[in-house]
């Protein structure tokens, strides 16, 4: 009984452990191998498919205020907004890419405001629930970064998803 018992608070311990400490691994490999620039690492680290989905909403959304403002998406059929969309996305979100946000904290750094592109972006992590939890970066000067979406796969965490900040 005693054997199960120590068994069990060992099993205990390596869940809590996995549990509190894996969300930092996986932000912090990511974030290594961006770094690195290691294409093969960021590929097994990323679900593309949800990423890119990810960016079509957040294209959808920033398409629907500009109509709501009235501004140059409003003249531009639906049809056509969303064909380019896809085909830029498409094309636009890859390791390289992603690897750029989390190093720089941009998609496309030269798009920064001039006061964010030579600062550095650190992440933290906030769990949102067992399965997921977001990476969120800061850049030096405290202007919140971008955030990175992860979903648990298995033992390991992917990125599927990410929301760029207001600048």
């Known amino acids: 009984m005693r054997k199960l018992l120590v068994l069990a608070v060992i099993l205990l311990a390596l869940f809590a452990g996995w549990y509190f400490a894996s969300p930092w691994w996986a932000m912090r490999s990511l974030a290594d191998a961006a770094r690195s ?12 498919p949800a990423v890119r989905r990810s960016a079509r909403e957040q294209l959808g959304e920033l398409v629907g205020q500009q109509r709501e403002r009235g501004g140059l998406f409003g003249m531009v ?25 989390v190093a720089t904290g941009a998609m496309a750094a030269p798009f920064l405001p001039e006061r964010l592109r030579t ?23 405290g202007t919140p970064g971008p955030q990175l979406l992860f979903r648990r796969e298995g033992a390991g ?5 990410f929301k760029l900040p207001p600048l």
């Open 119 to 141: 600062q550095a972006i650190t992440w933290d992590v906030e769990r949102d629930d067992f399965d997921h939890f977001r990476g969120v970066g800061t850049f030096a000067d």
């Open 77 to 101: 059929p639906d049809a056509i907004v969303d064909r380019a969309g896809r085909e830029v996305i498409d094309r636009a979100v890859n390791a390289d890419s992603l690897g750029t946000l």
């Open 157 to 161: 965490w992917l990125v599927t998803g």
């Open 37 to 48: 620039g290691d294409v093969a690492a960021l590929e097994g680290k990323v679900d593309f």
